[in-house]
């Protein structure tokens, strides 16, 4: 077959996906690292709930008291969109 891209057909652009957000918000409580996945998380606490959210790498800004806010798709495995975090806890 031979490659170009006048045989190609988009099937699928995220962009155009009509997401459905949400936001979490609360302290942050803890912050770990899920080794089998390679992953650093954070958790925080919302009051009704703790969730538990991908942290982009080990950035300073993620530390333990600091209030965050988290814009994430809705469903079964939300996917994190942007994270805010305060500057001081």
């Known amino acids: ?3 170009s891209a006048d ?3 988009l099937v699928f652009d995220a962009k155009r996906q009509a997401w459905q ?3 979490s918000e609360g302290r942050i409580t803890r912050l770990y690292f899920l080794p089998y996945e390679g992953e650093h998380m954070f958790e925080i ?3 009704e709930r703790v969730s538990s959210w991908l ?3 080990s950035s300073p ?3 333990v008291g600091r209030r965050a806010r988290i814009e994430h798709t809705c469903g079964q ?3 994190v969109l942007r994270i805010w975090v305060g500057r001081a806890s």
């Open 1 to 3: 077959m031979e490659d």
């Open 7 to 9: 045989e190609m057909v």
């Open 21 to 23: 957000t949400g936001f």
């Open 45 to 47: 606490d919302e009051g």
């Open 55 to 57: 942290r982009p790498g």
């Open 61 to 63: 800004w993620f530390v």
């Open 77 to 79: 495995h939300p996917e």
